[in-house]
């Protein structure tokens, strides 16, 4: 198995977060003994790494390319799939959301994947996060919008959300609108139960 390589600081706040994410599914009570330790072994794994990384005092050199046998950790739901089957009421919609923000990075340059923070990509950290897409009014206007699930599978608090919402969300605010917008207008609120 090859070993997982944390990089820079950006990597190992990624790390980090994913770890905290699996810690939490392992806190499901539906897991069976079989899904619980893959779970384990996974946060061991970024326990390991993480703790690699912090031990070493200077940053650690770019990945040569004789070393092509680690994982470099990157965001890992493929952005036409919704990364929480889970929350199954508004599947759809995400999906639909994630492919709209997709196709806006791709106008803007932005390959998800590969540069930090694309639209698609903090979108699916919000969904990973639990955040649901429940009917609200903007303006009087009936919309899409996003709202935190916190607790159990979801946000740690309301203040962990809105942290994240200022620091991820709002450089795509005016996008955001738009898609949202536009999701209304694929799914309108008043033929949905």
């Known amino acids: 198995m090859a070993a997982l390589l944390i990089q820079n600081a950006e990597q190992l706040r990624k790390a980090e977060e994913l770890k905290n994410s ?4 392992l806190r499901d009570p539906l897991l069976d003994d079989a899904e619980k330790s893959k779970l384990q ?7 390991a790494a993480i703790q690699e990384y912090k031990d070493i005092t200077k940053p ?4 040569s390319k004789s070393e092509k046998t680690g994982i470099v950790l990157q965001e890992a739901a493929p952005p036409e799939k919704d990364p929480r089957p889970d929350l199954t009421e ?3 919609l995400w999906a639909d ?5 997709l196709d806006k990075d791709k106008e803007a340059g932005r390959v998800y994947g ?3 923070n694309t639209f698609c990509g903090v979108l699916n950290g919000f969904r990973c996060n639990g955040t649901q897409l429940l009917p609200g009014k903007m303006k009087d206007e009936p919309i899409w919008t996003l709202h935190p699930e916190i607790g159990h599978s979801g946000w740690e608090s309301k203040t962990e959300y809105d942290d994240f919402k200022k620091r991820y969300l709002e ?14 207008k694929r799914h309108p609120l008043e033929t949905r139960e």
């Open 41 to 47: 072994t996974k946060v061991n794994r970024l326990n």
């Open 60 to 63: 650690v050199d770019p990945v």
């Open 22 to 25: 699996l810690e939490v599914e």
């Open 114 to 116: 590969e540069d930090d």
């Open 97 to 101: 959301l994630l492919l709209m923000a």
């Open 171 to 184: 450089p795509y605010g005016r996008e955001l609108i738009q898609l949202l917008r536009e999701l209304t």
């Open 90 to 92: 508004d599947a759809q």
